[in-house]
Nanobody, 124 residues
């Protein structure tokens, strides 16, 4: 069965960097698009970055030029490099995967079938 496991979260000072990883198993990694989402307490889940199977990427306006998503097909892992972190980036971060990746919709949570358990990022 499909499993997604996030790692790399933690506490960081304002202006610092973190790299999150999402390791996938149970399916052919290169066939699925991957999205990164975040959810702060009391707020809706927000899509921040996604990568299509052909390597194209999409970013939320709020994190463009700050976050970078990448994929490593050989390791079945996607990464989210986060730079210049701000207190408002504090949230639980989730990765998600789906076989169907509709153009322009990959930052919508409803487009994804499989989800990881999340990793906490705290910026202070």
């Amino acid at each position: 069965h499909v499993q997604l496991v996030e790692s790399g979260g933690g506490s960081v000072q304002v202006g610092g960097s973190l790299t999150l990883s999402c390791t996938a198993s149970g399916y052919t990694y290169s066939d699925y698009c991957i999205g990164w989402f975040r959810q702060a307490p009391g707020k809706a889940r927000e899509g921040v970055a996604a990568i299509y199977t052909d390597g194209r990427t999409e970013y939320a306006t709020s994190v463009k030029d700050q976050f970078t998503i990448s994929g490593d097909n050989a390791k079945n892992t996607a990464h989210l490099q986060m730079n210049n972190l701000k207190p408002e980036d504090t949230a639980m971060y989730y990765c998600a995967a789906d076989l169907v990746c509709a153009n322009g919709l990959v930052l919508l949570a409803k487009e994804y079938t499989f989800w990881g358990q999340g990793t906490q990022v705290t910026v202070s």
